[in-house]
Nanobody, 114 residues
Framework: VQLQASGGGLVQPGGSQRLSCAAS??????MGWYRQAPGKQRELVAT???????KYADSVKGRFTVSRDNAKNTVNLQMNSLKPDDTAVYYC???????????WGQGTQVTVSS
């Protein structure tokens, strides 16, 4: 399975951006987004199970929304009220714990700056 992410780019503080990720095959587990800022470890941003359960980093709660289409094998991240601290490379992730499989997308840069 391959993950293809799209979206990202430069946005002003307070602005919005949407990231999308499409999997080349079916994912029977968790899909979501992680990010890595320069000099920092990769961290979870938001994930969603196939049943619709979500998990968010505290820093993005109320601003970011993860959504998923199981039929299309896609996961999206709507980011609102963006802050400079949200600047990072965002990675799409798919995790199938039952089969012990995990996949990563290529990463897409999000830069929040005026």
């Amino acid at each position: 399975v391959q993950l293809q992410a799209s979206g990202g780019g430069l946005v002003q503080p307070g602005g919005s951006q949407r990231l999308s990720c499409a999997a080349s095959g079916s994912i029977f587990g968790i899909m979501g987004w992680y990010r890595q800022a320069p000099g920092k470890q990769r961290e979870l941003v938001a994930t969603m199970t196939s049943g619709g359960w979500t998990k968010y980093a505290d820093s993005v709660k109320g601003r970011f929304t993860v959504s998923r289409d199981n039929a299309k094998n896609t996961v999206n991240l709507q980011m609102n009220s963006l802050k400079p601290d949200d600047t990072a490379v965002y990675y799409c992730n798919a995790n199938d714990p039952i089969r012990g499989l995990e996949y990563w997308g290529q990463g897409t840069q999000v830069t929040v700056s005026s």
